[in-house]
């Protein structure tokens, strides 16, 4: 069974500018996990998708937004680029029976770099 | 709010030498608990949870953790280091109750282990 895929692996852009990244979930996983990893900052929720709706949402300003499709398949967008939001960017997909944890599997990660 | 310490930014072993990761949650209830490991330029592959029931749990790669309620503790161990063991490793943990992929990590213990 296929991983988790994430596109593009690496991204440079200026500030300002906006980025959308993507996510493919492993197949039959209704639920996607974003979160920004950085040096400072570690590793920080952004949000939760689950049947195309935001079920958690992590501290992150408005710029920050994400949806996901009917197949599960999810992106994030980031609008104005500031310096600060160069970072790993990690998804993640889970199954989601009901009740109980089920575990996240995590993509490699989009390399995001605004200059 | 649920936060994660993970005691030694850096923590470096001999080879074959015991291997000891410090992690410590803040909730009175206990969470769902996770070890996670990073090698460079990838995603986070799981290591071991902790849902219920065994306090003692093995893992991938000869890894085990011990849940301690009285000590709000999760730490990782692994009796012999492996050069391969080389990496950074996260705990996290998970609100028992909410629906799925909202991950809290810790601050990350990058492992170096000696020839």
């Known amino acids: 069974k296929a991983g988790v895929t994430q596109t593009p692996r690496y991204l440079i852009k200026t500030r300002g500018q906006q980025v959308t990244l993507s996510c493919s979930p492993i197949s039959g996983h209704r639920s996607v996990s974003w979160y920004q990893q950085t040096p400072g900052q570690g590793l920080q929720f952004l949000f939760e998708?689950?049947?195309?709706?935001?079920?958690n949402k992590g501290n992150f300003p408005g710029r920050f937004s994400g949806r996901q499709f009917s197949n599960s398949r999810s992106e994030m967008n980031v609008s104005t680029l500031e310096l600060g939001d160069s970072a790993l960017y990690l998804c993640a997909s889970s199954l989601d029976p009901s009740g109980g944890y089920n575990e996240q599997f995590f993509g490699p990660g989009t390399r995001l770099t605004v200059l | 709010a649920q936060s994660v310490t993970q005691l030694g930014s850096h923590v470096s072993v001999s080879e074959g030498a015991l291997v000891l990761l410090r992690c410590n949650y803040s909730s009175s209830v206990p969470p769902y608990l996770f070890w996670y490991v990073q090698y460079p330029n990838q995603g986070l592959q799981l290591l071991l949870k902790y849902t219920t029931g065994a306090t003692l749990v093995k893992g991938i790669n000869g890894f085990e953790a011990e849940f301690k309620k009285s000590e709000t503790s999760f730490h990782l161990t692994k009796p012999s280091a492996h050069m391969s063991d080389a990496a950074e490793y996260f705990c996290?943990?998970?609100?028992?109750?909410?629906?799925?992929?909202?991950?809290?990590f810790g601050q990350g213990t990058e492992l170096s282990v000696k020839p």
């Open positions: 998708y689950f049947s195309e709706t935001q079920r």
């Open positions: 996290a943990v998970s609100d028992r109750g909410n629906q799925g992929g909202k991950l809290i």
